[in-house]
């Protein structure tokens, strides 16, 4: 057994004065500030010296007292900001296509307190978040009640999902079991089924996510009638607002059931890993099948809101935040024609359906358990070409 230390993160509604509410409202308002002056003085500083980035030392002086918000939620925007920039970079030298820098300018943006501008007391459930010091004179800290609190918060931020909440992130100190062994797996990655698996030693599962699917058709349904009937009113109405809030609030809905989907489908994965003891998984680059998907597909318009609504990240999210937990290791490989070579003779084929039949050597298998083959053979010592076990699972 061993000690890790894990980060997790737990939303806590906002409940405490009116004043403090009004603060931090606009506290959101505040660091749009900040990430806005952050784009204008990148954008400055480029023009300047010959396209060179700002660095991350010179932001911090230029942004320091630049709105009414406390020192370390300003340091907080910066450090977001960067961040993105920097993730933008990478994938830039990768040679990922349709990547653009930080260029939006925001109404809102989340504030963060880190531990030092934090103080909780758990017995009375109340937190105390530190406010912007006017002249030598310190402000009252806000004030929120709450619940439940988990222990060991290092950093909070505060979001709107059609209300304010804290998410508290906080570090988990339980003991997981540390998977040590020399059996590998491969994900293929489907927009019908999230998750297809084989290990190497023929144990296949198939988690599908049909459900997902199901609840973005319902919500695709209901957003285009109320567009439509948004698009009948003049814009900033009563009536048009009322429109934009039924939107909003669909979205919330879905957001939160999908995420719930997700949750799911990945704590069953785990449950396999666990199972077939599995200590490293692969799975296939998805980027650039969902980027520009007007540009390089060719396909009807549902097939490429289909893909543009994939939430294959979210997934991979969930994996790595699981299976860190037990020493499992996720890495990323290519899956250049994985769908389509048989196992058997490395023959190309076109899969029709879910069903893969190989012209040469007869080959017959579910297209996406050969994927998932073709992704452990190209990157693993073993080579199987089926399966000896084989599960297929649904969330409830």
Same mark, same amino acid.
């Given at each position: 057994?061993?000690?890790?230390?894990?980060?997790?993160?737990?939303?806590?509604?906002?409940?405490?004065?009116?004043?403090?509410? !009004?603060?931090?409202?606009?506290?959101?308002?505040?660091?749009?500030?900040?990430?806005?002056?952050?784009?204008?003085?990148?954008?400055?500083?480029?023009?300047?010296?010959?396209?060179?980035?700002?660095?991350?030392?010179?932001?911090?002086?230029?942004?320091?007292?630049?709105?009414?918000?406390?020192?370390?939620?300003?340091?907080?925007?910066?450090?977001?900001?960067?961040?993105?920039?920097?993730?933008?970079?990478?994938?830039?030298?990768?040679?990922?296509?349709?990547?653009?820098?930080?260029?939006?300018?925001?109404?809102?943006?989340?504030?963060?307190?880190?531990?030092?501008?934090?103080?909780?007391?758990?017995?009375? !459930?109340?937190?105390?978040?530190?406010?912007?010091?006017?002249?030598?004179?310190?402000?009252?800290?806000?004030?929120?009640?709450?619940?439940?609190?988990?222990?060991?918060?290092?950093?909070?931020?505060?979001?709107?999902?059609?209300?304010?909440?804290?998410?508290? @992130?906080?570090?988990? @100190?339980?003991?997981?079991?540390?998977?040590?062994?020399?059996?590998?797996?491969?994900?293929?990655?489907?927009?019908?089924?999230?998750?297809?698996?084989?290990?190497?030693?023929?144990?296949?599962?198939?988690?599908?996510?049909?459900?997902?699917?199901?609840?973005?058709?319902?919500?695709?349904?209901?957003?285009?009638?109320?567009?439509?009937?948004?698009?009948?009113?003049?814009?900033g109405s009563r009536k048009y607002?009322?429109?934009?809030?039924?939107?909003?609030?669909?979205?919330?809905?879905?957001?939160?059931?999908?995420?719930?989907?997700?949750h799911k489908i990945t704590k069953?994965?785990?449950?396999?890993?666990?199972?077939?003891?599995?200590?490293?998984?692969?799975?296939?680059?998805?980027?650039?099948?969902?980027?520009?998907?007007?540009?390089?597909?060719?396909?009807?318009?549902?097939?490429?809101?289909?893909?543009?609504?994939?939430?294959?990240?979210?997934?991979?999210?969930?994996?790595?935040?699981?299976?860190?937990?037990?020493?499992?290791?996720?890495?990323?490989?290519?899956?250049?024609?994985?769908?389509?070579?048989?196992?058997?003779?490395?023959?190309? !084929?076109?899969?029709?359906?879910?069903?893969?039949?190989?012209?040469?050597?007869?080959?017959?298998?579910?297209?996406?358990?050969?994927?998932?083959?073709?992704?452990?053979?190209?990157?693993?010592?073993?080579?199987?070409?089926?399966?000896?076990?084989?599960?297929?699972?649904?969330?409830?």
């Open positions: 057994m061993k000690l890790n230390k894990i980060y997790k993160t737990k939303l806590v509604q906002v409940n405490c004065s009116k004043l403090d509410l !009004n603060y931090l409202y606009n506290c959101n308002k505040l660091s749009a500030k900040v990430w806005n002056l952050c784009l204008e003085l990148n954008d400055k500083h480029r023009e300047e010296n010959d396209g060179n980035w700002i660095s991350r030392s010179d932001l911090q002086k230029q942004t320091k007292n630049c709105v009414l918000l406390h020192a370390k939620g300003i340091q907080h925007v910066v450090h977001k900001y960067i961040f993105a920039r920097d993730a933008m970079l990478k994938s830039k030298k990768k040679g990922t296509e349709g990547v653009k820098y930080p260029y939006r300018e925001k109404n809102y943006f989340v504030t963060g307190w880190d531990s030092q501008s934090i103080k909780i007391d758990y017995d009375k !459930n109340i937190i105390y978040l530190t406010r912007r010091q006017l002249g030598n004179k310190r402000q009252k800290p806000i004030k929120c009640i709450s619940k439940n609190l988990p222990k060991n918060i290092q950093e909070i931020e505060l979001v709107y999902i059609n209300k304010l909440y804290l998410a508290c @992130k906080y570090i988990d @100190k339980k003991e997981y079991k540390q998977i040590n062994s020399s059996n590998e797996s491969s994900i293929d990655l489907g927009e019908i089924h999230s998750i297809t698996s084989i290990d190497n030693n023929g144990n296949a599962i198939i988690v599908t996510g049909r459900k997902i699917r199901s609840l973005k058709r319902l919500r695709n349904k209901h957003q285009a009638k109320i567009r439509n009937k948004m698009s009948r009113c003049t814009k607002n009322k429109y934009l809030r039924a939107l909003n609030r669909l979205k919330v809905k879905t957001d939160n059931q999908v995420r719930d989907c997700v069953l994965y785990l449950g396999y890993c666990l199972l077939n003891n599995i200590s490293v998984v692969y799975y296939g680059d998805l980027d650039s099948a969902v980027r520009n998907t007007k540009k390089n597909h060719k396909g009807s318009k549902l097939t490429r809101q289909k893909l543009s609504q994939w939430n294959f990240g979210e997934i991979i999210k969930q994996l790595e935040n699981k299976l860190s937990r037990y020493g499992i290791k996720l890495i990323k490989v290519k899956e250049y024609y994985t769908s389509q070579k048989c196992p058997n003779c490395e023959n190309l !084929n076109k899969p029709k359906k879910r069903n893969y039949v190989c012209k040469n050597c007869n080959y017959k298998q579910h297209r996406d358990i050969v994927g998932s083959i073709n992704i452990l053979n190209d990157n693993s010592k073993f080579h199987i070409i089926k399966y000896n076990n084989y599960k297929y699972l649904q969330i409830a």
